[in-house]
Protein backbone atom coordinates (compact mmCIF):
# COMPACT_ATOMS: atom_id res chain seq x y z
CA UNK A 1 0.00 0.00 0.00
CA UNK A 2 2.25 3.08 -1.47
CA UNK A 3 -0.53 5.55 -0.62
CA UNK A 4 -1.20 4.43 3.19
CA UNK A 5 0.67 5.55 6.13
CA UNK A 6 1.06 3.87 9.31
CA UNK A 7 1.92 5.06 12.85
CA UNK A 8 1.62 4.09 16.22
CA UNK A 9 2.58 5.68 19.80
CA UNK A 10 2.23 4.47 23.01
CA UNK A 11 -0.12 6.10 25.35
CA UNK A 12 -1.11 5.53 29.07
CA UNK A 13 -4.07 4.26 30.18
CA UNK A 14 -5.80 3.99 33.61
CA UNK A 15 -7.80 0.66 33.95
CA UNK A 16 -10.27 0.93 36.93
CA UNK A 17 -12.18 -1.96 38.64
CA UNK A 18 -15.10 -1.80 40.75
CA UNK A 19 -16.19 -4.77 42.57
CA UNK A 20 -19.27 -5.59 44.43
CA UNK A 21 -20.51 -7.92 46.97
CA UNK A 22 -23.97 -8.11 45.07
CA UNK A 23 -25.47 -10.76 43.26
CA UNK A 24 -24.55 -10.35 39.44
CA UNK A 25 -27.98 -10.00 38.70
CA UNK A 26 -28.78 -7.57 41.24
CA UNK A 27 -25.93 -5.17 39.88
CA UNK A 28 -27.05 -5.88 36.24
CA UNK A 29 -30.63 -4.57 37.49
CA UNK A 30 -29.35 -1.71 39.27
CA UNK A 31 -27.56 -0.49 36.04
CA UNK A 32 -30.04 -0.48 33.81
CA UNK A 33 -32.18 1.40 35.95
CA UNK A 34 -29.67 3.98 36.95
CA UNK A 35 -28.69 3.97 33.11
CA UNK A 36 -31.64 3.75 30.97
CA UNK A 37 -30.67 2.78 27.26
CA UNK A 38 -30.39 5.72 24.82
CA UNK A 39 -33.25 6.71 23.14
CA UNK A 40 -32.50 5.81 19.66
CA UNK A 41 -35.39 8.73 18.41
CA UNK A 42 -32.83 11.10 19.10
CA UNK A 43 -30.31 9.75 16.42
CA UNK A 44 -33.40 10.06 13.59
CA UNK A 45 -33.74 13.73 14.86
CA UNK A 46 -29.95 14.31 13.47
CA UNK A 47 -30.94 12.46 10.23
CA UNK A 48 -33.50 14.80 9.75
CA UNK A 49 -31.84 17.78 10.38
CA UNK A 50 -34.02 18.41 13.93
CA UNK A 51 -30.41 19.02 15.35
CA UNK A 52 -31.79 22.28 17.53
CA UNK A 53 -34.89 19.43 18.87
CA UNK A 54 -32.00 16.81 19.28
CA UNK A 55 -29.96 19.38 21.68
CA UNK A 56 -33.14 19.70 23.82
CA UNK A 57 -34.07 16.10 24.50
CA UNK A 58 -30.02 15.36 25.06
CA UNK A 59 -30.04 18.03 27.38
CA UNK A 60 -32.46 16.23 29.24
CA UNK A 61 -31.02 13.04 29.33
CA UNK A 62 -28.89 11.23 32.65
CA UNK A 63 -25.21 12.25 32.48
CA UNK A 64 -24.35 8.61 31.03
CA UNK A 65 -26.49 6.50 28.93
CA UNK A 66 -26.61 2.51 28.30
CA UNK A 67 -25.91 2.73 24.02
CA UNK A 68 -25.54 -0.98 24.00
CA UNK A 69 -24.50 -4.20 25.45
CA UNK A 70 -23.43 -7.50 24.28
CA UNK A 71 -23.55 -11.26 26.10
CA UNK A 72 -19.37 -11.40 26.45
CA UNK A 73 -20.19 -14.28 28.54
CA UNK A 74 -21.77 -16.13 25.93
CA UNK A 75 -18.80 -15.86 23.64
CA UNK A 76 -17.20 -18.06 26.40
CA UNK A 77 -19.42 -21.26 25.20
CA UNK A 78 -17.54 -21.53 21.80
CA UNK A 79 -14.45 -22.45 24.75
CA UNK A 80 -16.62 -24.38 26.95
CA UNK A 81 -17.13 -22.11 29.57
CA UNK A 82 -19.44 -20.59 31.32
CA UNK A 83 -19.55 -17.00 32.74
CA UNK A 84 -21.68 -14.13 33.18
CA UNK A 85 -20.55 -11.20 31.58
CA UNK A 86 -21.93 -8.33 29.95
CA UNK A 87 -19.96 -5.80 28.08
CA UNK A 88 -22.01 -2.03 27.94
CA UNK A 89 -21.12 1.13 25.74
CA UNK A 90 -22.33 3.53 28.56
CA UNK A 91 -21.85 7.45 27.96
CA UNK A 92 -23.57 10.47 26.55
CA UNK A 93 -23.72 12.03 22.72
CA UNK A 94 -23.40 15.82 23.94
CA UNK A 95 -20.96 14.83 26.25
CA UNK A 96 -19.18 13.03 22.98
CA UNK A 97 -19.99 15.98 20.77
CA UNK A 98 -18.32 18.16 23.42
CA UNK A 99 -15.12 16.31 23.23
CA UNK A 100 -15.24 15.99 19.16
CA UNK A 101 -15.94 19.08 17.96
CA UNK A 102 -12.26 19.69 19.43
CA UNK A 103 -10.98 16.15 18.39
CA UNK A 104 -12.66 13.73 15.94
CA UNK A 105 -10.46 11.18 16.76
CA UNK A 106 -11.91 11.30 20.44
CA UNK A 107 -15.00 9.53 18.82
CA UNK A 108 -12.99 6.35 18.71
CA UNK A 109 -13.38 5.87 22.57
CA UNK A 110 -17.42 7.96 22.75
CA UNK A 111 -19.06 6.06 24.49
CA UNK A 112 -17.09 4.04 27.06
CA UNK A 113 -16.78 0.48 26.85
CA UNK A 114 -17.83 -1.25 30.43
CA UNK A 115 -17.48 -4.87 31.65
CA UNK A 116 -19.92 -6.47 34.50
CA UNK A 117 -17.91 -9.40 35.04
CA UNK A 118 -18.19 -12.75 37.22
CA UNK A 119 -15.47 -14.32 38.26
CA UNK A 120 -15.57 -17.97 39.02
CA UNK A 121 -15.96 -17.30 42.97
CA UNK A 122 -18.74 -15.60 42.32
CA UNK A 123 -17.02 -12.20 42.75
CA UNK A 124 -18.71 -9.16 40.57
CA UNK A 125 -17.01 -6.30 39.45
CA UNK A 126 -17.38 -3.51 36.49
CA UNK A 127 -13.70 -2.90 34.39
CA UNK A 128 -13.24 -0.15 32.34
CA UNK A 129 -10.32 2.45 31.44
CA UNK A 130 -10.78 5.76 32.94
CA UNK A 131 -12.19 8.31 30.38
CA UNK A 132 -9.80 10.97 31.13
CA UNK A 133 -6.55 9.32 30.97
CA UNK A 134 -7.88 7.53 27.47
CA UNK A 135 -8.93 11.00 26.17
CA UNK A 136 -5.56 12.45 27.36
CA UNK A 137 -3.64 11.07 24.58
CA UNK A 138 -5.40 14.15 22.51
CA UNK A 139 -3.90 17.24 24.40
CA UNK A 140 -6.83 18.66 24.35
CA UNK A 141 -7.39 21.09 27.26
CA UNK A 142 -11.29 21.35 25.93
CA UNK A 143 -11.35 17.28 25.76
CA UNK A 144 -10.06 17.12 29.33
CA UNK A 145 -12.64 18.65 30.77
CA UNK A 146 -15.21 16.93 29.47
CA UNK A 147 -13.14 13.56 29.95
CA UNK A 148 -12.53 14.93 33.85
CA UNK A 149 -16.24 15.20 34.06
CA UNK A 150 -17.43 11.74 32.55
CA UNK A 151 -14.75 10.09 34.72
CA UNK A 152 -16.70 11.73 37.99
CA UNK A 153 -20.07 10.45 36.37
CA UNK A 154 -19.18 7.52 35.57
CA UNK A 155 -17.29 6.49 38.20
CA UNK A 156 -20.44 7.28 40.15
CA UNK A 157 -22.91 5.67 38.21
CA UNK A 158 -21.12 2.36 38.51
CA UNK A 159 -20.20 2.49 42.50
CA UNK A 160 -24.27 3.34 42.49
CA UNK A 161 -25.11 0.22 40.74
CA UNK A 162 -22.19 -2.06 42.81
CA UNK A 163 -23.40 -0.95 45.81
Same mark, same amino acid.
Do not use: W
Given at each position: ??????????????????????????????????????????? $? &? =?????? @? !?????????? +?? #????????? $? &? =?????? @? !?????????? +?? #?????????????????? !???????????????????????????????????????????????????
Amino acid at each position: MANALYSTRAITVEHVTISSTKPFEEVQAKLATLAPRIDDGIF $A &L =LRYGES @T !RALRELEACP +PV #TIFGQRDHG $A &L =LAVAGL @T !RRSIQYDIGN +PL #TASKMTRHQLSAGLYAPI !RVLLREDDDGGVAFEYDRPASVFGQFGSDNVDTVAKQLDRDLRALLEAAAA
